[in-house]
């Protein structure tokens, strides 16, 4: 481990005395006040006491910040700025890295799915987690679940009532009631997919044979102290919902500590999944490359096919767009 990431650590039990963890990491005391020094450049702002270094009252959402007290093996890498985390941390795939999470606090050219655009302005939790897991390229949609249910799970620790839709989108469990969407019923404005709310969406890139991933990047957009007005019709955000900006960081580290205890045992992805989903149970209309499938999704099987019974047959569904229906929709 490095020097930083073990002051961090040192940092999130008390104070912590330079020339002991010097002695503790054999290295120079030097190399510890380089390490002070950096995160103080990083805006994370260790005081000097005479019971040694403290962390800040406030660690700030930054690298820093987030490493501090964060129990998941990943480093950070955080950017004012990036045109797309997903696209950063694939470059870092390139070139050999892993266990990285790269973190925006805005994105210009944030990405969804089959090229759709991302708005992803300041305020957001914009991230994108970089691994290469022990797993075959067709059980990988699992750790797309596993992304989902951290990230609704995050959503209900700052009290909002977050479910998930098949597969990857998170939304306000409430359907139907007060929209906090000033954009919701202005002419021209129709919700992106009726149902809940959009709270978050998620964007699996990977690259690797048949039998294993080579590097894996799960993006992550979370519309977290964003304004809704900012984002297109049908979404919301955690802080319209609470009423008050939510705590970044800490939301953060508890969406890559939930992601990275999943991941490591993924027999519990499904069963959390399903716990969570707001789709099983409802007629859907999901829409693949190939076909429209209409019926009632009844459940979700390995890897992270959604089951659907139409009148006629048993589909399962391994991609695709899915719409919640109300019951007497028209195009059910
Ligand atoms: C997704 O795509 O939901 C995946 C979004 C992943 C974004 C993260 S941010 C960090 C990382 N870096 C990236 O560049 N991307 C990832 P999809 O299911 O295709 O939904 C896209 C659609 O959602 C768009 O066509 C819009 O209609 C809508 N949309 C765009 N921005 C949104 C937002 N901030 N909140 C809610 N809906 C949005």
């Given at each position: 481990m490095d020097t930083r990431r073990a002051l961090l650590d040192a940092l999130a039990d008390g104070p912590v005395s330079g020339p002991s963890l010097a002695a503790e990491l054999g290295v120079s005391r030097a190399a510890v006040w380089k390490a002070v020094e950096g995160l103080r450049e990083e805006g994370f702002a260790v005081e000097s006491t005479d019971d040694g270094y403290v962390a800040p009252a406030d660690p700030g959402y930054g690298a820093p910040g987030i490493e501090f007290?964060?129990?998941?093996?990943y480093t950070v890498e955080y950017h004012d700025t990036l045109s797309s985390t997903n696209t950063r941390a694939r470059a870092l795939a390139e070139s050999g890295a892993s266990d990285v999470v790269v973190v925006a606090d805005a994105q210009t050219g944030g990405r969804g799915r089959l090229n759709r655009s991302w708005v992803a302005p300041s305020g957001g939790v914009w991230l994108s987690v970089l691994t290469a897991p022990a797993v075959s390229t067709a059980r990988a949609p699992q750790l797309t679940l596993a992304a989902a249910v951290a990230v609704a799970d995050a959503c209900r620790a700052v009290g909002v009532d977050a479910g998930i839709k098949w597969p990857n989108d998170v939304l306000l469990e409430s359907e139907g009631g007060a929209s906090s969407d000033p954009n919701v019923g202005r002419e021209g404005h129709e919700p992106v997919g009726r149902g809940g709310q959009k709270l978050a969406g998620i964007l699996t890139e990977m690259e690797g044979e048949a039998d294993r991933v080579a590097w894996l990047v799960v993006g992550v957009g979370v519309n977290a102290n964003?304004?809704?007005?900012?984002?297109?019709?049908g979404a919301t955000s955690l802080r319209a919902v609470c009423g008050d900006p939510i705590d970044r960081r800490a939301f953060v580290r508890d969406v890559l500590e939930r992601y990275a205890e999943l991941t490591a045992d993924l027999k519990a992805v499904l069963p959390a999944w399903r716990n969570r989903a707001?789709?099983?149970?409802r007629r859907v209309r999901v829409e693949t490359s190939t076909e429209t499938v209409v019926g009632e999704a009844v459940d979700v099987e390995p890897p992270g096919a959604l089951v659907v019974e139409t009148d006629a047959e048993t589909v399962r569904v391994h991609a695709g767009d899915c719409t919640h229906l109300r019951a007497a929709d028209p195009s059910a």
């Open positions: 007290a964060l129990d998941a093996p964003v304004d809704p007005s900012e984002l297109p019709a707001l789709t099983l149970g």
